[in-house]
């Protein structure tokens, strides 16, 4: 689900900046990742999470999606300016990531879970493009925080089928995903690290590898 005015404005704003910063922050006190990398950052916005994921961990293969084409535009603005490594684009679904399925050592989501109409499916999908030992750093919020009486009505987001702390966590082991570190205030949200534990059935379908757009 693409974000409204007003939430483009927000993930744009330096608040947010600083909170992803943070973020950053507590996931590389957690699971440690190898430089050179092949990661994915589901939801990429425009580039704050890209540029701070090349800081942190270096990957050879950065792969950014988003639903909206404007921010994807915005991400590469802002991450070329810097970077000199392969990046690819892709304008796309979460819940129908374009990756093979277990190619990936991480998944990057800072955010983007909770906008997804169809959640399930969406974790499923981060969970098949995972290598065994693959990881899923998370940030998610509740909908105590964003379906409230204020927030409701200057915030779009999926109204039906929303997950809270029991139903992630149930979820997370029902794709195979281990929690192996979680900062969570349950009436919030959630920092968590999911590992993906040996092969196992996974009720998934496969797609494309290659997904790209082309940028004015």
Not at 45 to 67: F, N, T, W
Not at 122 to 137: D, W
Request: aromatic share 10%.
């Amino acid at each position: 689900m693409k974000l409204n005015t007003i939430e483009r404005w927000m993930v744009n704003s330096p608040l947010r900046r600083i909170g992803q910063y943070l973020v950053m922050q507590w996931f590389k006190t957690t699971v440690a990742l190898k430089t050179g990398a092949a990661i994915l950052e589901v939801g990429c916005g425009s580039g704050v999470g890209a540029k701070l994921i090349y800081q942190s961990y270096q990957p050879a293969h950065l792969y950014l999606l988003d639903l909206d084409p404007g921010m994807i535009k915005k991400a590469a603005r802002r991450v070329n300016s810097e970077n000199d490594r392969p990046i690819d684009y892709c304008v796309g679904d979460a819940a129908r990531l374009p990756v093979k399925d277990d190619v990936l050592d991480a998944v990057f989501g800072f955010g983007f879970l909770h906008h997804v109409p169809a959640w399930r499916d969406g974790l499923t999908e981060v969970a098949r493009v995972l290598k065994q030992g693959g990881v899923y750093f998370m940030e998610e919020y509740y909908p105590s925080l964003y379906q409230n009486v204020i927030t409701r009505h200057i915030l779009a987001h999926p109204d039906k089928d929303r997950f809270t702390s029991q139903d992630l966590h149930r979820a997370f082991q029902e794709v195979n995903l281990t929690l192996t570190h979680i900062f969570e205030l349950k009436r919030m949200g959630i920092l968590g690290v999911g590992v993906k534990a040996e092969a196992q059935s996974i009720s998934c379908k496969r797609h494309e590898d290659a997904c790209h757009v082309e940028l004015d």
